[in-house]
């Protein structure tokens, strides 16, 4: 395979495009500025998502610094003095009012009128870290780094329920992978229709609420408690980018640096089978669903040859590299889906973290394959939430924002 470069006007309409959407999903509710993930679906007004809002940042920090700080202001509004960060605000204060499709299930729903009980993965270091990287703005990161440090306490106090540094989630929602094969097993899933898994995931958020969402109750349910690879190492990542930050201000960011290092550690030492690495069940097992997030330990700084592993599996056909990589899933997974969300479809802001942890590990040929055919995909079939790996149908929310992503691609091939 052959790094072919797209056209500068391809790489100027992906850009701009990113721009426009990231423009008309700006919204200000409540005296909060932040990027919707969709103005075209209503279910999404006045609604923030964390990892979403934490890839707009990034990208706004390029051309809007301001909007970026504001992106990450609204996501903080209700932090808990525990540090925990929700996955969702609600800052029109509707939480408890339940979807319309999930209405015949649940009575209510979050606990809170304002926001969620669960999380999402912890990029939000890697945002902020952006923009301090373009802004240099001391002002803005001593007034946001407390609120990390207390937030990314809370998840190792909470979540790091073995004492081996691998955090553990809850529902598939905290993943941000929520309707994967990779959770099949834990939901008991057999058609693999989105309202099976709908049913599952509605009847372990039952469970959640009866136990008035107690953290400690909820590990002791033990209905749901998995390691997946992808959130360890973006945690590890995090952590070692929260010390960096801390050092900027002449603060002690020993603690993150050591739990940084304890993650990364036992990732490739319980997460890694010799072949590919993999999500640890609760009873200590591996999953038996090869999922992109095989990739993400490239992201770390850990010594390890990964020649084997792009050979076998990220430059397969057979495996991730279809007309339009990465599936979240390769086409002989049980149950594979590409039409269906997660059950095998290209993500965008997936594809953007394989290809940052290929340009740390220097593949960068590879690197700009990837970066190049996903410029390509959203180029050809427009900004959508997923897409079909075979025809590049785009499926779900369209103009989703964090396609957006699309502009640091085209940054990174411009660059070469």
């Keep these: 395979m052959q790094f072919i470069k797209p056209s500068r006007a391809t790489l100027q309409h992906v850009q701009e495009t990113a721009r ?29 998502w964390f990892w979403d809002s934490c890839f707009h940042a990034y990208v706004l920090a390029e051309f809007d610094p301001d909007r970026a700080k504001d992106e990450i202001r609204a996501l903080l509004a209700f932090q808990n003095e525990d540090g925990f960060i929700p996955h969702m605000n609600y800052f029109n204060g509707d939480a408890k009012r339940v979807p319309e499709a999930f209405g015949r299930t649940l009575p209510t729903f979050w606990s809170s009128a304002y926001h969620s009980d669960l999380l999402q993965p912890p990029i939000l270091a890697l945002a902020v870290q952006r923009i301090f990287e373009l802004t240099r703005d001391e002002a803005y990161l001593k007034e946001v780094l407390p609120k990390l440090e ?51 995931k509605l009847a372990l958020f039952r469970q959640y609420q009866l136990l008035n969402w107690d953290i400690e109750a909820i590990f002791r349910l033990n209905s749901f408690n998995v390691k997946p690879v992808d959130f360890n190492v973006l945690y590890a990542q995090n952590t070692e980018i929260l010390a960096a930050l801390c050092a900027h201000l002449n603060r002690d960011g020993s603690v993150f640096e050591t739990r940084s290092k304890q993650t990364s550690t ?68 049980p149950l594979y889906a590409p039409d269906v969300y997660w059950r095998g479809n290209v993500w965008v802001n997936v594809n953007w973290l394989v290809v940052q942890g290929l340009i740390r590990q220097q593949e960068t040929e590879l690197a700009l394959r990837l970066a190049a055919r996903t410029v390509e995909l959203v180029w050809q079939h427009g900004f959508w939430e997923y897409y079909n790996p075979h025809t590049g149908a785009g499926h779900g929310a369209r103009e989703l924002a964090w396609c957006s992503l699309v502009y640091d691609l085209a940054e990174f091939i411009k660059r070469h």
């Design 150 to 200: 207390r937030y990314y306490d809370f998840l190792h106090r909470t979540r790091n329920r073995a004492g081996d540094g691998l955090l553990s989630i809850v529902h598939s929602w905290e993943s941000g992978w929520d309707n994967s094969q990779r959770w099949d097993s834990l939901y008991r899933i057999r058609s693999g229709r989105r309202e099976e898994i709908d049913d599952q």
């Design 266 to 333: 036992a990732i490739f030492e319980h997460l890694y089978d010799g072949d590919t690495f993999y999500d640890q069940l609760a009873d200590g097992t591996r999953s038996n669903v090869q999922s992109a997030a095989m990739f993400f330990p490239m992201l770390l700084g850990n010594e390890f040859d990964y020649s084997a592993i792009l050979k076998k599996y990220l430059s397969t056909p057979q495996a991730f590299w279809a007309r339009y990589p990465l599936p979240t899933t390769p086409p002989d997974t």
């Design 20 to 48: 426009r959407v990231l423009d008309e999903q700006c919204v200000q509710v409540q005296g909060h500025r932040f990027t919707t993930p969709s103005t075209h679906h209503l279910e999404y007004a006045g609604r923030q």
